[in-house]
Protein backbone atom coordinates (compact mmCIF):
# COMPACT_ATOMS: atom_id res chain seq x y z
CA UNK A 1 0.00 0.00 0.00
CA UNK A 2 1.21 3.55 -0.77
CA UNK A 3 -0.84 7.01 -0.15
CA UNK A 4 -0.59 10.44 -0.72
CA UNK A 5 -2.47 13.46 0.64
CA UNK A 6 -3.63 16.52 -1.23
CA UNK A 7 -5.78 18.64 0.45
CA UNK A 8 -9.06 16.65 2.11
CA UNK A 9 -8.10 14.16 -0.10
CA UNK A 10 -5.98 11.15 -0.21
CA UNK A 11 -5.11 8.66 -3.09
CA UNK A 12 -4.44 5.02 -1.78
CA UNK A 13 -2.89 1.99 -4.10
CA UNK A 14 -3.52 -1.36 -2.52
CA UNK A 15 -1.13 -3.80 -3.94
CA UNK A 16 -1.24 -7.59 -5.29
CA UNK A 17 -2.16 -10.20 -2.37
CA UNK A 18 -2.75 -7.87 0.27
CA UNK A 19 -6.22 -7.64 2.04
CA UNK A 20 -8.35 -4.71 1.78
CA UNK A 21 -9.98 -4.36 5.17
CA UNK A 22 -6.36 -4.30 6.70
CA UNK A 23 -4.31 -2.03 4.39
CA UNK A 24 -7.89 0.35 4.87
CA UNK A 25 -7.83 -0.02 8.57
CA UNK A 26 -3.88 0.50 8.95
CA UNK A 27 -4.48 2.98 6.37
CA UNK A 28 -7.43 4.95 8.69
CA UNK A 29 -5.18 4.34 12.13
CA UNK A 30 -2.19 6.00 10.86
CA UNK A 31 -3.36 9.12 9.73
CA UNK A 32 -5.84 9.21 12.40
CA UNK A 33 -9.14 9.68 10.03
CA UNK A 34 -12.96 10.09 11.78
CA UNK A 35 -14.90 9.72 8.61
CA UNK A 36 -15.45 10.32 4.93
CA UNK A 37 -16.26 8.68 1.56
CA UNK A 38 -14.09 5.91 -0.60
CA UNK A 39 -14.42 4.95 -4.15
CA UNK A 40 -12.15 3.14 -6.76
CA UNK A 41 -11.48 1.07 -9.15
CA UNK A 42 -8.87 -2.47 -9.59
CA UNK A 43 -9.00 -5.79 -9.28
CA UNK A 44 -9.56 -8.56 -6.68
CA UNK A 45 -10.09 -12.07 -5.38
CA UNK A 46 -11.23 -14.40 -2.64
CA UNK A 47 -14.08 -11.84 -2.37
CA UNK A 48 -17.00 -12.57 0.19
CA UNK A 49 -20.22 -10.74 -0.73
CA UNK A 50 -23.22 -10.37 1.06
CA UNK A 51 -26.99 -10.13 0.32
CA UNK A 52 -29.06 -8.54 3.61
CA UNK A 53 -32.07 -10.85 3.87
CA UNK A 54 -33.98 -7.84 6.12
CA UNK A 55 -36.94 -10.29 6.93
CA UNK A 56 -34.45 -12.54 8.95
CA UNK A 57 -32.09 -9.29 9.80
CA UNK A 58 -29.28 -11.66 8.54
CA UNK A 59 -26.63 -11.39 5.55
CA UNK A 60 -26.17 -14.54 3.27
CA UNK A 61 -22.82 -14.88 2.18
CA UNK A 62 -20.99 -16.22 -0.62
CA UNK A 63 -17.39 -16.16 -1.57
CA UNK A 64 -16.15 -15.58 -5.33
CA UNK A 65 -12.79 -17.06 -5.54
CA UNK A 66 -11.32 -16.02 -9.06
CA UNK A 67 -9.95 -13.16 -9.95
CA UNK A 68 -12.37 -10.40 -11.11
CA UNK A 69 -12.05 -6.49 -12.29
CA UNK A 70 -13.38 -4.23 -9.53
CA UNK A 71 -15.88 -2.30 -12.04
CA UNK A 72 -16.43 0.15 -8.61
CA UNK A 73 -16.02 0.31 -5.08
CA UNK A 74 -17.92 2.56 -3.26
CA UNK A 75 -18.20 3.28 0.47
CA UNK A 76 -17.34 5.14 3.98
CA UNK A 77 -15.46 4.87 6.73
CA UNK A 78 -17.32 5.60 10.23
CA UNK A 79 -16.46 4.35 13.30
CA UNK A 80 -17.61 1.12 15.19
CA UNK A 81 -17.24 0.82 19.02
CA UNK A 82 -14.56 3.26 18.63
CA UNK A 83 -12.77 1.79 15.93
CA UNK A 84 -12.26 2.61 12.26
CA UNK A 85 -14.95 0.79 10.15
CA UNK A 86 -15.31 0.57 6.76
CA UNK A 87 -18.47 -0.14 4.79
CA UNK A 88 -18.02 -1.02 1.44
CA UNK A 89 -20.25 -2.19 -2.06
CA UNK A 90 -18.56 -3.82 -5.13
CA UNK A 91 -19.35 -4.55 -8.57
CA UNK A 92 -17.49 -6.90 -9.81
CA UNK A 93 -16.62 -7.99 -13.64
CA UNK A 94 -15.96 -11.55 -14.53
CA UNK A 95 -13.97 -12.83 -17.71
CA UNK A 96 -17.03 -12.85 -19.55
CA UNK A 97 -17.47 -9.20 -18.62
CA UNK A 98 -20.89 -10.02 -16.55
CA UNK A 99 -21.23 -8.30 -13.57
CA UNK A 100 -22.21 -9.35 -10.07
CA UNK A 101 -21.91 -7.64 -6.71
CA UNK A 102 -23.24 -6.98 -3.10
CA UNK A 103 -21.90 -5.62 0.60
CA UNK A 104 -17.99 -6.32 0.70
CA UNK A 105 -16.98 -8.52 4.16
CA UNK A 106 -13.99 -9.45 2.88
CA UNK A 107 -11.70 -8.99 -0.30
CA UNK A 108 -8.15 -9.28 -1.52
CA UNK A 109 -6.49 -7.34 -4.00
CA UNK A 110 -5.69 -9.41 -7.52
CA UNK A 111 -3.95 -7.01 -9.47
CA UNK A 112 -3.98 -3.60 -7.72
CA UNK A 113 -6.64 -1.27 -6.49
CA UNK A 114 -6.63 2.24 -6.95
CA UNK A 115 -9.30 4.30 -4.72
CA UNK A 116 -9.70 7.99 -3.62
CA UNK A 117 -10.43 8.96 0.17
CA UNK A 118 -12.21 12.08 0.99
CA UNK A 119 -11.81 13.10 4.71
CA UNK A 120 -14.56 14.53 6.98
CA UNK A 121 -13.27 16.48 10.34
CA UNK A 122 -16.25 15.48 11.88
CA UNK A 123 -16.61 11.97 13.43
CA UNK A 124 -19.61 9.46 12.39
CA UNK A 125 -20.38 6.95 14.43
CA UNK A 126 -22.62 3.86 13.80
CA UNK A 127 -24.62 2.15 16.80
CA UNK A 128 -27.27 -0.81 15.80
CA UNK A 129 -30.88 0.38 14.99
CA UNK A 130 -33.38 -2.17 15.86
CA UNK A 131 -35.35 -1.89 13.11
CA UNK A 132 -33.21 -2.87 10.23
CA UNK A 133 -30.75 -5.31 12.40
CA UNK A 134 -27.70 -3.22 11.34
CA UNK A 135 -25.33 -0.66 12.99
CA UNK A 136 -26.42 2.71 11.26
CA UNK A 137 -24.92 5.85 10.84
CA UNK A 138 -25.41 8.63 13.11
CA UNK A 139 -25.15 11.60 11.95
CA UNK A 140 -25.37 13.42 15.47
CA UNK A 141 -22.06 15.68 15.53
CA UNK A 142 -19.83 14.04 18.31
CA UNK B 1 -32.95 11.24 6.57
CA UNK B 2 -29.87 12.61 8.98
CA UNK B 3 -27.37 14.35 7.25
CA UNK B 4 -24.42 16.44 7.85
CA UNK B 5 -21.97 19.45 6.27
CA UNK B 6 -18.61 18.94 6.52
CA UNK B 7 -16.82 21.17 4.14
CA UNK B 8 -18.32 21.24 0.85
CA UNK B 9 -19.52 18.04 1.57
CA UNK B 10 -22.23 16.46 3.04
CA UNK B 11 -22.95 12.84 4.09
CA UNK B 12 -26.20 11.81 3.74
CA UNK B 13 -28.50 9.01 5.41
CA UNK B 14 -31.90 8.15 4.34
CA UNK B 15 -33.79 5.67 6.18
CA UNK B 16 -36.20 2.25 5.45
CA UNK B 17 -39.60 3.27 3.20
CA UNK B 18 -38.20 6.68 2.79
CA UNK B 19 -38.62 7.54 -0.85
CA UNK B 20 -35.28 8.29 -2.37
CA UNK B 21 -36.17 11.67 -4.51
CA UNK B 22 -38.54 13.06 -2.14
CA UNK B 23 -35.89 13.18 0.51
CA UNK B 24 -33.17 14.54 -1.67
CA UNK B 25 -35.44 17.11 -2.93
CA UNK B 26 -36.08 17.89 0.77
CA UNK B 27 -32.57 17.97 1.57
CA UNK B 28 -31.63 20.65 -1.86
CA UNK B 29 -34.07 22.77 -0.73
CA UNK B 30 -33.05 23.01 3.15
CA UNK B 31 -30.02 23.62 2.53
CA UNK B 32 -30.52 25.94 -0.47
CA UNK B 33 -28.09 23.59 -3.53
CA UNK B 34 -27.25 24.73 -6.37
CA UNK B 35 -25.05 21.88 -7.50
CA UNK B 36 -22.94 19.08 -7.04
CA UNK B 37 -22.02 15.41 -7.30
CA UNK B 38 -23.92 12.69 -5.36
CA UNK B 39 -22.71 9.21 -5.02
CA UNK B 40 -23.58 6.13 -2.20
CA UNK B 41 -24.36 2.64 -0.91
CA UNK B 42 -27.30 0.84 0.84
CA UNK B 43 -29.93 -1.18 -0.09
CA UNK B 44 -33.16 -0.11 -1.95
CA UNK B 45 -36.85 -1.81 -3.50
CA UNK B 46 -39.40 -0.25 -5.49
CA UNK B 47 -37.04 0.88 -8.06
CA UNK B 48 -38.05 2.06 -11.40
CA UNK B 49 -35.51 1.87 -13.83
CA UNK B 50 -35.09 3.21 -17.38
CA UNK B 51 -33.40 1.99 -20.67
CA UNK B 52 -33.46 5.25 -22.95
CA UNK B 53 -33.55 4.48 -26.69
CA UNK B 54 -32.14 6.82 -28.44
CA UNK B 55 -34.02 5.74 -31.90
CA UNK B 56 -37.13 6.59 -30.50
CA UNK B 57 -36.09 9.03 -27.50
CA UNK B 58 -38.48 7.30 -25.33
CA UNK B 59 -36.78 5.69 -22.16
CA UNK B 60 -38.35 2.05 -21.58
CA UNK B 61 -39.12 1.98 -17.78
CA UNK B 62 -39.47 -1.11 -15.69
CA UNK B 63 -40.45 -1.90 -11.48
CA UNK B 64 -38.08 -4.07 -9.87
CA UNK B 65 -40.15 -4.62 -6.03
CA UNK B 66 -37.92 -7.20 -4.70
CA UNK B 67 -34.90 -5.93 -2.46
CA UNK B 68 -31.71 -5.16 -3.40
CA UNK B 69 -28.35 -4.67 -2.65
CA UNK B 70 -27.35 -0.95 -4.00
CA UNK B 71 -23.84 -1.64 -5.59
CA UNK B 72 -23.54 1.92 -6.90
CA UNK B 73 -25.82 5.10 -7.02
CA UNK B 74 -24.42 7.52 -8.83
CA UNK B 75 -25.34 11.02 -10.22
CA UNK B 76 -25.84 14.50 -9.67
CA UNK B 77 -27.82 17.95 -8.96
CA UNK B 78 -28.75 20.34 -11.60
CA UNK B 79 -32.01 22.77 -11.61
CA UNK B 80 -34.32 22.14 -14.27
CA UNK B 81 -37.20 24.92 -14.84
CA UNK B 82 -35.92 26.72 -11.73
CA UNK B 83 -36.15 23.38 -9.47
CA UNK B 84 -33.39 20.57 -7.90
CA UNK B 85 -33.31 17.26 -10.25
CA UNK B 86 -31.12 14.85 -8.97
CA UNK B 87 -29.96 12.53 -11.96
CA UNK B 88 -29.30 9.17 -11.07
CA UNK B 89 -28.01 5.60 -12.27
CA UNK B 90 -27.95 2.49 -10.37
CA UNK B 91 -25.81 -0.59 -10.51
CA UNK B 92 -28.29 -3.00 -8.24
CA UNK B 93 -27.46 -6.23 -6.91
CA UNK B 94 -30.20 -9.37 -6.00
CA UNK B 95 -29.99 -12.37 -3.94
CA UNK B 96 -28.49 -14.33 -6.20
CA UNK B 97 -25.86 -11.37 -6.26
CA UNK B 98 -26.68 -10.84 -9.98
CA UNK B 99 -26.04 -7.16 -11.36
CA UNK B 100 -28.25 -5.05 -13.03
CA UNK B 101 -29.28 -1.22 -13.51
CA UNK B 102 -30.09 1.98 -15.23
CA UNK B 103 -31.42 5.29 -15.00
CA UNK B 104 -33.45 5.72 -11.58
CA UNK B 105 -36.58 6.91 -12.13
CA UNK B 106 -37.94 6.14 -8.78
CA UNK B 107 -37.29 4.06 -5.86
CA UNK B 108 -37.72 3.44 -1.71
CA UNK B 109 -35.23 2.70 0.23
CA UNK B 110 -35.16 -0.91 1.77
CA UNK B 111 -32.69 -0.39 4.51
CA UNK B 112 -30.35 1.96 4.73
CA UNK B 113 -29.30 4.51 2.15
CA UNK B 114 -25.58 6.08 2.54
CA UNK B 115 -24.99 9.19 0.38
CA UNK B 116 -21.73 11.50 -0.08
CA UNK B 117 -23.35 14.67 -1.92
CA UNK B 118 -20.17 16.99 -2.71
CA UNK B 119 -21.82 20.62 -4.06
CA UNK B 120 -20.57 23.28 -6.76
CA UNK B 121 -21.34 26.77 -5.46
CA UNK B 122 -22.45 27.28 -9.38
CA UNK B 123 -25.59 26.63 -10.83
CA UNK B 124 -25.73 24.01 -13.41
CA UNK B 125 -28.89 24.19 -15.27
CA UNK B 126 -30.45 21.82 -17.64
CA UNK B 127 -31.91 22.36 -21.15
CA UNK B 128 -33.53 20.29 -23.32
CA UNK B 129 -31.29 19.38 -26.63
CA UNK B 130 -33.24 18.30 -29.62
CA UNK B 131 -30.54 15.90 -30.73
CA UNK B 132 -30.79 13.22 -27.80
CA UNK B 133 -34.37 14.50 -26.80
CA UNK B 134 -33.27 14.63 -23.32
CA UNK B 135 -32.71 17.87 -21.11
CA UNK B 136 -29.01 18.05 -20.75
CA UNK B 137 -26.80 19.61 -18.73
CA UNK B 138 -25.81 23.26 -19.31
CA UNK B 139 -22.45 24.59 -18.56
CA UNK B 140 -22.20 28.33 -18.64
CA UNK B 141 -21.89 29.86 -15.90
CA UNK B 142 -25.52 31.99 -14.15
CA UNK C 1 -17.91 18.63 -24.21
CA UNK C 2 -18.44 21.61 -21.89
CA UNK C 3 -17.16 21.35 -18.33
CA UNK C 4 -17.06 23.98 -15.40
CA UNK C 5 -14.52 24.42 -12.61
CA UNK C 6 -15.97 24.68 -9.00
CA UNK C 7 -13.28 25.23 -6.17
CA UNK C 8 -11.11 21.46 -6.89
CA UNK C 9 -13.85 20.32 -8.47
CA UNK C 10 -14.93 19.85 -12.15
CA UNK C 11 -18.72 19.40 -13.83
CA UNK C 12 -17.42 17.65 -17.14
CA UNK C 13 -20.39 16.85 -20.09
CA UNK C 14 -19.27 14.87 -23.01
CA UNK C 15 -21.56 14.97 -25.92
CA UNK C 16 -23.25 12.16 -28.25
CA UNK C 17 -20.84 10.60 -30.71
CA UNK C 18 -17.52 12.52 -28.81
CA UNK C 19 -14.83 9.80 -27.94
CA UNK C 20 -14.52 9.60 -24.32
CA UNK C 21 -10.81 9.14 -24.13
CA UNK C 22 -10.35 12.08 -26.87
CA UNK C 23 -12.44 14.32 -24.91
CA UNK C 24 -11.09 13.77 -21.63
CA UNK C 25 -6.92 14.04 -22.71
CA UNK C 26 -8.35 17.29 -24.29
CA UNK C 27 -9.57 18.44 -21.09
CA UNK C 28 -6.99 17.19 -19.03
CA UNK C 29 -4.46 19.52 -21.61
CA UNK C 30 -6.27 22.22 -21.48
CA UNK C 31 -6.76 22.91 -18.16
CA UNK C 32 -2.88 21.45 -16.90
CA UNK C 33 -4.05 18.98 -15.07
CA UNK C 34 -1.66 16.24 -12.95
CA UNK C 35 -4.29 13.97 -11.52
CA UNK C 36 -7.57 13.10 -10.00
CA UNK C 37 -10.23 11.12 -9.37
CA UNK C 38 -13.31 10.77 -11.99
CA UNK C 39 -16.44 9.41 -12.08
CA UNK C 40 -19.86 9.65 -13.55
CA UNK C 41 -23.04 8.45 -15.13
CA UNK C 42 -24.46 8.94 -19.01
CA UNK C 43 -24.61 6.48 -22.13
CA UNK C 44 -22.01 5.11 -23.88
CA UNK C 45 -21.36 3.08 -27.33
CA UNK C 46 -18.41 1.01 -29.16
CA UNK C 47 -17.16 -0.18 -26.13
CA UNK C 48 -14.20 -1.57 -25.68
CA UNK C 49 -13.45 -3.84 -22.66
CA UNK C 50 -11.34 -5.32 -21.20
CA UNK C 51 -10.52 -8.29 -18.31
CA UNK C 52 -6.90 -8.41 -17.30
CA UNK C 53 -5.79 -12.22 -17.33
CA UNK C 54 -3.11 -11.64 -14.43
CA UNK C 55 -1.51 -15.46 -15.50
CA UNK C 56 -1.25 -14.52 -19.08
CA UNK C 57 -0.44 -10.88 -18.33
CA UNK C 58 -2.80 -10.09 -20.77
CA UNK C 59 -5.89 -8.11 -21.20
CA UNK C 60 -8.78 -9.64 -22.98
CA UNK C 61 -10.56 -7.27 -24.77
CA UNK C 62 -14.23 -6.97 -26.20
CA UNK C 63 -16.06 -4.25 -28.42
CA UNK C 64 -20.16 -3.72 -27.30
CA UNK C 65 -21.23 -1.79 -29.81
CA UNK C 66 -24.77 -1.19 -29.33
CA UNK C 67 -25.90 1.68 -26.70
CA UNK C 68 -25.92 0.81 -23.39
CA UNK C 69 -26.74 3.19 -19.99
CA UNK C 70 -23.31 3.83 -17.91
CA UNK C 71 -24.28 2.69 -14.46
CA UNK C 72 -21.00 4.24 -13.72
CA UNK C 73 -18.00 5.49 -14.65
CA UNK C 74 -15.45 5.74 -12.12
CA UNK C 75 -11.59 5.86 -12.23
CA UNK C 76 -8.13 8.49 -12.29
CA UNK C 77 -6.13 10.71 -14.25
CA UNK C 78 -2.61 10.11 -13.65
CA UNK C 79 0.82 10.79 -15.90
CA UNK C 80 2.35 7.57 -18.40
CA UNK C 81 5.10 8.70 -20.30
CA UNK C 82 4.85 12.05 -19.51
CA UNK C 83 1.08 12.44 -20.90
CA UNK C 84 -2.15 12.34 -19.28
CA UNK C 85 -3.52 8.96 -18.62
CA UNK C 86 -7.28 7.88 -17.23
CA UNK C 87 -7.33 4.58 -15.84
CA UNK C 88 -11.77 4.01 -16.10
CA UNK C 89 -13.20 0.89 -15.39
CA UNK C 90 -16.96 0.83 -16.43
CA UNK C 91 -20.12 -1.12 -15.43
CA UNK C 92 -22.95 -0.31 -17.97
CA UNK C 93 -26.62 -1.09 -18.48
CA UNK C 94 -28.07 -3.10 -21.50
CA UNK C 95 -32.14 -2.55 -22.91
CA UNK C 96 -33.08 -5.87 -20.44
CA UNK C 97 -31.33 -3.89 -17.33
CA UNK C 98 -28.58 -6.67 -17.23
CA UNK C 99 -25.26 -5.18 -16.27
CA UNK C 100 -22.05 -5.68 -17.14
CA UNK C 101 -18.36 -3.82 -17.55
CA UNK C 102 -14.38 -3.89 -17.19
CA UNK C 103 -11.50 -1.67 -17.71
CA UNK C 104 -12.38 0.67 -20.47
CA UNK C 105 -9.86 0.78 -23.28
CA UNK C 106 -12.06 3.10 -26.21
CA UNK C 107 -16.27 4.35 -25.74
CA UNK C 108 -18.02 6.80 -27.50
CA UNK C 109 -20.85 8.79 -26.07
CA UNK C 110 -24.31 7.83 -26.98
CA UNK C 111 -26.81 10.64 -25.79
CA UNK C 112 -24.44 12.26 -23.23
CA UNK C 113 -22.09 11.51 -20.50
CA UNK C 114 -21.70 13.64 -17.16
CA UNK C 115 -18.79 13.65 -14.96
CA UNK C 116 -17.27 14.83 -11.92
CA UNK C 117 -13.53 15.64 -11.92
CA UNK C 118 -11.87 16.24 -8.62
CA UNK C 119 -7.93 17.33 -9.43
CA UNK C 120 -5.08 17.34 -7.11
CA UNK C 121 -2.46 19.35 -7.11
CA UNK C 122 0.36 16.38 -6.83
CA UNK C 123 1.42 14.62 -9.93
CA UNK C 124 0.53 10.95 -9.91
CA UNK C 125 2.99 9.21 -12.73
CA UNK C 126 2.97 5.26 -13.58
CA UNK C 127 5.40 3.42 -13.94
CA UNK C 128 5.80 -0.22 -14.71
CA UNK C 129 5.51 -3.23 -12.43
CA UNK C 130 7.10 -6.43 -13.38
CA UNK C 131 4.93 -8.23 -10.69
CA UNK C 132 1.59 -7.38 -12.21
CA UNK C 133 2.49 -6.75 -15.84
CA UNK C 134 0.94 -3.27 -15.71
CA UNK C 135 1.59 0.60 -15.23
CA UNK C 136 0.95 0.86 -11.61
CA UNK C 137 0.34 4.30 -9.57
CA UNK C 138 3.61 5.79 -8.10
CA UNK C 139 2.46 8.03 -4.72
CA UNK C 140 6.03 9.36 -4.35
CA UNK C 141 5.70 12.83 -4.43
CA UNK C 142 7.51 14.63 -7.33
Known sequence: ???????????????KDENVFEKLTE????EGLNSGHISGIGA???????FYHLDKKEYERKVFDKEYEL???EGNLTHL??????????????????AFGGHVFNADVAVT??????????LIER????????????????
Chains 1, 2, 3 share one sequence.
Open 27 to 30: FALK
Open 44 to 50: LTNVELG
Open 1 to 15: MEFMKDGDNYAIRID
Open 81 to 98: DGKPFFHLHACLGDENFN
Open 71 to 73: LSL
Open 127 to 142: KMNACIGLNHMEMRRV
Open 113 to 122: LELNFRMFDE
